[in-house]
Structures are given as C-alpha cells and as structure tokens.
C-alpha cells in the first residue's frame, strides 16, 4: 500500500526533524540536498507569481475590471484599515527604553518614521525588477506583474503575448509539478 502524497511529505518533514535532533552534526552531508531543492524551488516561484499576475490582469478587459473594482473595493479598503489598524497596534505594543549613552544618540521618531517610508516605499515599488527578482523582493515583483498586467490589459491584439506569457507559466508549471514529485526527498535534509 502506497502513502498519499501529503502523508509522505509530512512523513519526511517529522524524519527530518528527528534525524536533526538524534543525528545532529551527522546529517551534515544532506545539507547540499537540501539546500539544492531550495534554490529550485526559489527559482520558479517569482517568475510564477509575476507571469501569473500578468497573465490574469492582462487576460481581462477595462470594462471587467471596472466591475470587479466596483464589487470589491469596500471590501479591499476595510482589508487594508485592518491592517494598518493591526500594525499600528503591534507597534505600540514594542517598548522604548530610551538608551543612555553619551556615545550612542538615538535617532528621532521622524527620522525612524521617514526611513521606515523609504523602506516599505522601496519593497513595494519595482525601481529595478531585474534587481528586485535578484534578490526576491515579492512585492515589488507582484506590483511589476499588476503595472505590466494593467498596461496589457488595455493594448490591442494582445492574444498572441497572452499566449507567450501563458506557455511560460505552463513551462513553470510543469516544473513546479517536477519539484512537488521530489519534494519528500527535498523536504527531508531541509526540515533537519
């Protein structure tokens, strides 16, 4: 009798951790297995997520997207509250203790608050997506994928480019599917 696929992984998942624990320093050689399994998968899943994107927006047309925004904006703007409701919560709840050394000065709130603008400004808006899908930055490479998408979206004859970019998320895929066959032996090194 063969084990479902979701009971293997989770099967190799618990092995990994108890051969970590009991093994420990043994189980060093698996290291490159597993580490070579991350990077394969690393390697399809930001182009997915980008031509996927680009695919669904660019697939619609402006009048379909004018009523889906019509239907889920309310919802999309309590969403969003919600979470800047909720990050703003987590961040009071983190104490300041003032330090006080003559060496070291604090920096202000406002310079806190404008650097972290910058950075959030930086995750999320894609100034380089090759720099940005180099160093796996998702949300600038998901909002890359929507201004693409959106510019798709209103060009003309566009079928024949929605077609290069639906064989290349059917090329990632297929690979994804490959990865997903081998992932009891990937997960294994990598949970130890």
Request: aromatic fraction near 14%.
């Amino acid at each position: 009798m063969r084990l479902p696929f979701g009971y293997q992984v989770l099967l190799a998942v618990i092995a990994g951790i108890i051969a970590g624990l009991f093994f420990g320093p043994l189980t060093a050689y698996l290291r490159p297995i597993g580490s070579v399994y991350t990077m394969l998968l690393q390697m399809v899943v930001l182009p997915y997520v980008c031509l996927s994107i680009i695919l669904g927006l660019g697939s619609l047309t402006p009048s379909k997207i004018k009523n889906i925004f019509k239907k889920c904006v309310q919802f999309w703007i309590l969403l969003w509250a919600l979470i800047f409701v909720f990050i703003y919560l987590f961040c009071l709840l983190i104490p300041h203790h003032p330090i006080g050394s003559f060496l070291f000065q604090p920096p202000s709130a406002g310079v806190v608050r404008k650097a972290l603008v910058d950075n959030i400004v930086t995750y999320l808006i894609p100034e380089n997506p090759i720099y940005d899908f180099l160093n796996s930055i998702v949300p600038a490479i998901a909002v890359f994928g929507m201004i693409v998408g959106f510019a798709l979206m209103v060009i003309e004859k566009k079928e024949p480019l929605l077609g290069f970019v639906e064989k290349g998320d059917q090329i990632i895929e297929k690979i994804l599917v490959w990865l997903a066959k081998i992932s009891p032996i990937g997960v294994f090194p990598t949970s130890r």
